[in-house]
């Protein structure tokens, strides 16, 4: 029997490359040499050890879930309890089980760090865990100065950002009879492993999230995290400071859902902050610049907006493609796919008579899934009961809202043409001014300065 459980303690060890071993044998060494913990073994560390170590990287309880979860581990199958102190062999099962282990093992260190008990855990208890694991992820990437140029301060709102994408994560638990975790009035169920299983298995933000308190937390095997899709490089070409309306949180979430190869970086094309409250000047900054996102915060605080997967273009038809979607970050965490029933990804216009004016997404001209108004400041989100193209609810406070705050970020590299075509004046993606510009006599300074613009 007990050789039989050595080879359990060395398969732990096996998930690991040498080199990575290596490194988490330095760590364990540097934790058990501890000389603020006098009376713990040589071949063990204490919870002191642990946050002497981590030091401000995390919030003191998730050092303490971490702790706790590796004590717990029980390697010979006859403990009684938590052990006093943290072993090696605990220590090399835990970092196995979170950082390599597949959803099972995962959730195995979830349940333990959790609670003390075997067996089912509350719907809040795991609720708390989220909200702890959440939190820990934008402290320890501020605390590492790692937040690629978004903040890490809360967003203005009726809820806290953590609380609200910790609300997202756990509505995608699902109980044994098939119900979600909706609301407060679900929060005394029983989770047991094969829930917390299933829900690590089909939300990777899981493991993700615990993977970067990990490694960057506790400084180690840093280099097989990869933060890019993560976190996107944010980039703002204007040279004075600029607040967006999204913070790191609710960019992760939204990141998440774009084509992979278009989440490192995202690319500020507009702002209503630094541009103006015009439609001429949001038709100038976003036509023909690739796929983008674009969010808005009307007069109730609610901020949602939708995913352009095309370069938009000003024209009477619609646009885009199923890849498009809608979202909401405030007050509620949601992304709303494709249906099917139409193909009214996408609309803009200006300049028509006959027609509606403005950007569209989903649904249908006058009732549109979102729609911000030609009259700047204004737009209307109509969903009874939800919207054809994107099955998305209304997504503002109010069916026709006000709003202050609009931002569109291209997203991913722009191509060479996206860049020839970027660098154009506004006038050419604005028939409108050009006109008034002639009517009243004045001439275009830039005329004949810059290279003549493809036929668009």
């Excluded at 901020?303 to 997967?309: H, L, T």
Aim: aromatic share 8%; glycine share 8%.
């Amino acid at each position: 029997m007990g050789n039989s459980r050595s080879r359990v303690g060395q398969s732990f060890c096996s998930q690991f490359l040498p080199e990575e071993q290596a490194e988490i044998d330095r760590l364990f060494d540097a934790l058990s040499s501890d000389k603020n913990s006098p009376n713990v073994s040589s071949k063990s560390f204490s919870l002191k050890a642990l946050q002497n170590h981590v030091g401000e990287a995390l919030p003191p309880e998730m050092v303490t879930r971490l702790y706790d979860g590796m004590r717990r581990v029980d390697l010979t199958g006859k403990a009684k309890g938590p052990s006093e102190n943290v072993s090696q062999e605990q220590f090399t099962a835990s970092m196995s089980h979170l950082l390599k282990g597949n959803s099972e093992e995962k959730s195995l260190m979830i349940m333990k760090m959790i609670s003390a008990t075997e067996g089912p855990v509350k719907a809040r208890e795991v609720q708390k865990f989220t909200e702890d694991l959440v939190g820990s992820v934008v402290h320890v990437l501020s605390h590492r100065q790692e937040l690629r140029g978004w903040t890490g301060k809360e967003a203005p709102g009726p809820a806290p950002r953590v609380q609200v994408l910790a609300a997202q994560l756990l509505s995608e638990v699902k109980l044994q009879d098939g119900k979600r975790l909706l609301g407060p009035q679900w929060l005394d169920y029983d989770c047991d492993r094969a829930v917390i299983e299933d829900w690590v298995f089909r939300v990777p933000h899981v493991a993700i999230f615990l993977s970067v308190v990990i490694c960057k937390g506790f400084l180690v095997l840093c280099s097989s995290l990869d933060l890019t899709t993560l976190v996107p490089e944010r980039q703002v070409d204007q040279g004075r400071g600029f607040e967006s309306i999204l913070d790191v949180l609710s960019v992760m979430y939204i990141n998440a859902q774009l084509p992979r190869e278009q989440r490192h970086r995202w690319r500020l094309l507009f702002s209503s902050e630094l541009h103006g409250h015009s439609f001429s000047q949001l038709c100038g900054h976003i036509t023909h610049r690739g796929p983008c996102v674009a969010v808005l915060e009307d007069h109730d605080k609610h901020v949602f907006g939708g995913f352009a997967s095309c370069s938009w273009e000003v024209k009477p038809q619609f646009q885009g493609d199923n890849r498009c979607f809608l979202f909401s970050v405030c007050p509620s965490m949601a992304v709303y796919t494709h249906t099917g029933y139409n193909d009214h990804y996408m609309y803009l216009n200006h300049g028509q008579q006959t027609i509606p004016n403005g950007l569209g997404m989903g649904g249908q001209h006058n009732y549109f899934g979102l729609w911000v108004d030609v009259d700047f400041g204004k737009g209307h989100s109509r969903a009874k009961p939800t919207c054809t193209t994107y099955s998305s609810p209304q997504l503002s406070a109010q069916e026709n809202f006000q709003f202050d705050k609009m931002e569109v970020w291209a997203v991913g590299d722009p191509s060479e043409e996206q860049l020839a075509k970027g660098n154009k004046s506004i006038l050419d993606a604005d028939p409108e001014a050009q006109a008034l510009l002639e009517i009243s006599g004045h001439s275009r300074h830039s005329e004949g300065l810059r290279e003549v613009p493809d036929d668009e």
